[in-house]
């Protein structure tokens, strides 16, 4: 099993460009989860689902999107990167909400 | 809104220390977290519990309900546990708060 798959590991941005940040799992997870990381700062969640279908907002969802089409891939989309979106993100997934979670090897993104 | 507090924010060790990290949080969880992060920035679940105690390896995890609090111990430090350990509590929908971490250094 590769477990929580996320690419790119590393990117840079332009102002006002967009990317998609993906993550992939190979474990059946019905939750998945990106978080974002800032220096100093306890993860911050942008956006989860708990199942195919299903997305709902965290902590910090403007300025992103997201999508669940299958249980395995949970794409993050940023429209018109900003400075403030400079960060470490990473996906976890869990099998439900009282499982462990397992995290990607994070992206980090710097928006210029 | 439940906030996270942990402590200390860094601790430094000699190899062979018992080391203990707190984490309090502030409203009703159905489950907390313990997660190492590396220096190389992979993040790790070392414990998800919601009462009790549990025990892996050199590693115990404690929580007490009542007092909203848990605690981290690292038996026979090492070097290798040098890492950034993370508290975060959760609700029933698995959207979890996160402490911002104590980084522990273990000197040899």
């Known amino acids: 099993n590769a477990g929580v798959t996320q690419t790119p590991k590393f990117r840079i941005l332009k102002i006002g460009q967009s990317m998609t940040l993906q993550c992939a799992q190979d474990?059946?997870?019905?939750?998945m989860y990106w978080y974002r990381q800032d220096p100093g700062m306890g993860l911050k969640l942008i956006y989860y689902?708990?199942?195919?279908?299903?997305?709902d907002k965290g902590e910090v969802p403007n300025g992103y999107n997201v999508s669940r089409s299958t249980t395995e891939d949970f794409p993050l989309r940023l429209e018109l990167a900003a400075p403030s979106q400079t960060s470490v993100y990473f996906c976890?997934?869990?099998?439900?909400?009282?499982?462990?979670?397992?995290f990607g090897n994070g992206t980090r993104l710097t928006v210029t | 809104k439940n906030e996270v507090e942990q402590s200390p924010q860094n601790l430094t060790a000699q190899e062979g220390e018992f080391i203990t990290i707190n984490c309090s949080y502030s409203?009703?969880?159905?489950?907390l977290h313990w997660l190492q992060q590396h220096p190389g920035g992979g993040i790790v679940s070392l414990f998800m519990?919601?009462?009790g105690k549990k025990k892996h390896g050199r590693l115990i995890a404690t929580i007490n309900i009542q007092e909203k609090h848990s605690s981290l111990h690292i038996t026979a430090s090492h070097p290798r546990d040098s890492a950034v350990y993370i508290c975060?509590?959760?609700?029933?929908?698995?959207?979890?708060?996160f402490g911002k971490g104590t980084k522990l250094s273990v000197k040899p």
């Open positions: 976890a997934s869990s099998r439900d909400s009282y499982s462990p979670l397992h």
């Open positions: 474990m059946n997870h019905n939750y």
């Open positions: 689902s708990v199942g195919a279908g299903i997305t």
């Open positions: 409203v009703g969880i159905s489950a």
């Open positions: 519990l919601s009462s």
């Open positions: 975060a509590v959760g609700g029933s929908q698995g959207n979890l708060i």
